[in-house]
């Protein structure tokens, strides 16, 4: 029983050990960034800025980008956050998908103060902002590859409902 208990005892502590690391990890680390259900632990580096746009009242900011490992991808930026709010980056051969920092498209949502007819065209505005985008890097970052575009996709009416409708429900 004392055996157990000792055991029991040295788990507990790695436990607490572990935790406090994780959190300490958590913490410090700045290129954690959470986009939509993935999770990326990015060295991102701004490499060449293809367009500026004041879109409402957010600036975008639209990116060549050096990933980890030597890759290249795109990234769009809001006002001066440090963590893109979409990514396009190849993660399979051959093949470039794009990640939506949920987070930072909430805020959008969260402190919009158009109103409904507003916002459609701000929204159209950012899509064609994107649409522009998307065929810059499709032909000059990702020439060999299949791009898989927001604009093309089933996210982007959901995200349009969500901006429409203000809600985040």
């Not at 790695?14 to 986009?35: D, E, M, P, S, Y």
């Not at 396009?88 to 939506?100: A, L």
Request: hydrophobic share 50%; glycine share 4%; with cysteine.
């Amino acid at each position: 029983m004392l055996l157990l208990s000792l055991h029991s005892n040295k788990i507990l502590l790695l436990a607490k050990r572990l935790t406090l690391l994780w959190v300490f990890f958590l913490f410090f680390n700045k290129n954690l960034i959470l986009l939509g259900d993935l999770t990326v632990d990015l060295m991102l580096h701004k490499l060449i800025c293809l367009e500026k746009l004041q879109i409402g009242t957010v600036y975008f900011s639209a990116f060549v980008v050096n990933l980890d490992g030597g890759n290249t991808g795109f990234a769009l930026f809001i006002n001066q956050e440090n963590d893109p709010i979409f990514i396009f980056r190849k993660e399979k051969k051959n093949e470039v998908s794009f990640h939506v920092n949920e987070e930072q498209f909430f805020w959008i949502v969260k402190n919009s103060q158009f109103t409904a007819d507003e916002r459609q065209s701000l929204f159209a505005e950012f899509v064609e902002f994107l649409r522009l985008m998307e065929d810059k890097v499709s032909n000059y970052v990702f020439k060999r590859e299949k791009l898989v575009r927001f604009t093309n996709s089933r996210d982007i009416v959901r995200y349009k409902y969500l901006y429409l409708a203000g809600e985040l429900n």
